[in-house]
């Protein structure tokens, strides 16, 4: 028992998503795994907590597998904050959050429920990392990705992450054989262009939907994005430290004491 | 008309916030004020967006002064996207978000509602800055802010700020004359230390309350913490580009594709 890691798993999918249920089966083959993951989907739910509300969190047995459970009321970033802190009692070796239905590539990390999940465990020390296909579809087929999740998973229990840096994995939605390897790459400089939905209730009253495209306009073959469209796995090293210390030097020259 | 910019105020303590009341204030003296708030308090919202439920957004008069506003039941970062890509008709000059009732220094500025509205507006090519006061009173006093607020906005008014980068401005809880004045920062390596507070419902279930303390043991000068408690209003420049560069090299050297 005490040789085999123990291994956090969450997502914004909710608890039955069969990205979670393809990332447990995956796990259940490297360490002891213990499962907190929202009651619902919770997608786009980006560092969210819960600080007005109750969360509740009970243990629940979804299918056949080694993995203890639970189920919580709670945003990603409260099902990790919950696990370290008040349900496990030892610090887990690794976090692991998805498998997403649907990318979390270039400034979706931003927004992405389960990129947030990893974040917080980054924050609490933990080495984490958010998998992720491109495939919003409930009935992806996950399969592929198999092989890379357990290689990579079995890296960084091997070699840990620089401090500081959680791993934002993306897949191609590609069959096996035509998923080229993997890439080291930075988040593109891409963004979401909206266009809301405006319609009317059945009081007459106006309401949206969210809707957009995304749009990239960065060209750079070091980028997620590029990655992914030319069948590479995309891995971009994630920071929490939001400073942007190239900027300090430039404020500074801007005056902003003066009188 | 046309030489007075566009503002765009937000926050996340929700339209009737005495910190949102005071922001408005100022910026009615800068410029055109056009407002899309949350309808109700949304603290510890982070960068969540609304892609599976329907946004309200009504227009409201809250008071007299010259503004125009709109109220949302959508997340700060709805608000911001509403308003750039539905309601206004021109790109505003800047977003300004908050006054903010609490802190968000250091590890703070990823749980915000009022940073990542700051930061979705950074990422639609709009200045942006986000300010916070050290008192999480609703009754909290906003006046010492105010000089400040309005220096800091013209300023960016006047530069802009690098691209890719927007402001988090935090205000220690002190009168006027007793303020040093601003320093560029760094974010704190700081985090919450959680601890859950589990109760059991009228109905036997059991479910928790998220609290904690916040923990510094960053003890560089550079920082938004130390500024803070040393008199001075901390500015920190935040980026959305969460890539850490500076781990690209070394996860090259681990081998991700090897067999």
Not at 45 to 73: K, L, P, R, V
Not at 138 to 150: D, H, I, L, P, S
Not at 236 to 251: C, E, N
Request: negative net charge; charged residues 25%; proline residues 4%.
């Amino acid at each position: 028992m005490k040789d085999r890691p123990l291994i956090l798993v969450t997502n914004d999918d909710g608890i039955t998503a069969p990205g979670l249920r393809a990332l447990i089966e995956v796990m259940n083959e490297l360490g002891d795994v213990f499962v907190v993951a929202p009651d619902s989907p919770q997608s786009g739910t980006g560092h969210a907590i819960t600080s007005n509300a109750t969360i509740y969190c009970t243990a629940i047995t979804i299918d056949e597998g080694d993995q203890i459970e639970y189920s919580s009321s709670g945003t990603p970033v409260d099902c990790v904050k919950l696990a370290v802190n008040e349900i496990l009692n030892r610090k887990p070796d690794i976090c692991v959050s998805g498998i997403n239905h649907g990318s979390n590539s270039s400034i979706n990390v931003i927004y992405s429920g389960t990129m947030s999940a990893a974040v917080e465990a980054g924050i609490e020390g933990i080495p984490a990392i958010g998998f992720s296909l491109l495939d919003y579809d409930w009935e992806a087929n996950f399969e592929a990705t198999k092989k890379y999740v357990k290689k990579i998973t079995q890296k960084v229990l091997d070699h840990g992450l620089p401090e500081g840096v959680v791993l934002n994995v993306n897949f191609p939605k590609l069959k096996e054989k035509d998923i080229k390897g993997i890439r080291i790459c930075r988040q593109a400089k891409a963004y979401w262009e909206e266009d809301f939905d405006k319609r009317t209730n059945p009081n007459g009253k106006q309401y949206y939907w969210l809707s957009g495209k995304f749009v990239n306009k960065d060209k750079g073959q070091d980028t997620d994005e590029w990655a992914l469209a030319n069948g590479y796995v995309s891995l971009v090293p994630v920071m929490f430290d939001l400073t942007a210390h190239h900027a300090i030097q430039k404020l500074n020259s801007l005056g902003f004491n003066e009188k």
